[in-house]
């Protein structure tokens, strides 16, 4: 496996809703990066992605968080490859970039077939402009999509990383007041906190 891999930016949405199920789908046991597992929607940023505008804006909060190690323009393409995998994967419709709280960040460890920067997104499901049961629009990249509680999900095969996010919104019961990340850029994984 090639040591300097390119690791690529992504964002991933949590959607939540008011009795704390979030929406999580199982990838295909073929796929190259995490076959079988139940994840998130999300997905890797597009170079469209920085043409793009946000629909609506990113709150402060959120923008502050995201500068901390990120510029605005990649900023900004981070939450619009959050509300665009959300739209392919699910079907589903964020009103706006507003409704995006970033909650943490991962980079994926050296040996995997793809390496990732992964910023996790949370959002009320109230926001959606679609019926949050109604999947009849998602493209195939997820099977199974359904709204679990985080004692539901833990019975899937997860992710290592959306175990411990799912434990992080569970104890904050919503967005941390700081921004957890697991930086494996290095060759040992290491977690520190974004203010």
């Given at each position: ?80 490859a959050a ?70 999900a833990r ?41």
């Amino acid at each position: 496996m090639d040591k300097a891999m390119q690791i690529r930016d992504a964002a991933t949405v949590v959607l939540q809703r008011d009795d704390g199920r979030v929406l999580m789908g199982q990838r295909g046991h073929g796929a190259v990066f995490m076959p079988g597992k139940f994840v998130f929607p999300g997905g890797a940023v597009d170079a469209a992605d920085f043409e793009a505008t946000p629909i609506g804006t990113l709150a402060p909060a959120c923008l502050r968080r995201l500068c901390i190690d990120a510029d605005r323009a990649v900023a900004g393409a981070l939450a619009v490859a959050a509300l665009r995998e959300l739209r392919e994967e699910t079907g589903l419709v964020l009103r706006d970039a507003a409704a995006l709280s970033f909650v943490f960040r991962a980079v994926t460890p050296p040996g995997r077939p793809r390496r990732f920067d992964a910023r996790f997104f949370l959002a009320d499901a109230a926001h959606l402009e679609t019926d949050p049961d109604d999947f009849s629009r998602a493209e195939d990249e997820l099977s199974h999509l359904q709204w679990l509680s985080p004692l539901e999900a833990r019975a899937f095969d997860l992710p290592f990383v959306t175990r411990i996010v799912l434990a992080e919104i569970e104890a904050t019961s919503g967005a941390p007041d700081h921004v957890p990340f697991y930086d494996h850029r290095g060759s040992v994984g290491r977690v520190r906190a974004l203010t």
